[in-house]
Nanobody
Framework: QVQLVESGGGLVQAGVSLRLSCAVSGRTVSTYAMGWFRQAPGKEREFVAAITWSGGRPYYADSVKGRGTISRDIAKNTVYLQMNTLKPEDTAVYYC?????????????????WGQGTQVTVAS
């Protein structure tokens, strides 16, 4: 199966930028798209962004459009999420996920594999 490991989270001040990384291993040839989700305490897991593995086609949630950039480096088997102008409402655990091409890309149920998550805390 596909294994995912997130990194790059931490405690930051509002207004700064952060880049999260997701290292992908396993059967990557079966992966159609990679996604980023986030979940704050007491809230449902929320779609952030997705990208097709082969073509690099990005998709964004309205909440991060203009501030977030998803990208992937095929040679390094890594997916990135660049977040600019961070706000306190961006505080959440950020998860990387892999989709095998069945269904959509914007809901948790669309993904087959998940990482353990990385905490992002934005202080005012």
């Amino acid at each position: 199966q596909v294994q995912l490991v997130e990194s790059g989270g931490g405690l930051v001040q509002a207004g700064v930028s952060l880049r999260l990384s997701c290292a992908v291993s396993g059967r990557t040839v079966s992966t159609y798209a990679m996604g980023w989700f986030r979940q704050a305490p007491g809230k449902e897991r929320e779609f952030v962004a997705a990208i097709t593995w082969s073509g690099g086609r990005p998709y964004y949630a309205d909440s991060v459009k203009g501030r977030g950039t998803i990208s992937r480096d095929i040679a390094k088997n890594t997916v990135y999420l660049q977040m600019n102008t961070l706000k306190p409402e961006d505080t959440a655990v950020y998860y990387c996920a892999a989709n095998r091409g069945v269904g959509g890309l914007t809901q948790s149920g669309d993904y087959d594999y998940w990482g353990q998550g990385t905490q992002v805390t934005v202080a005012s």
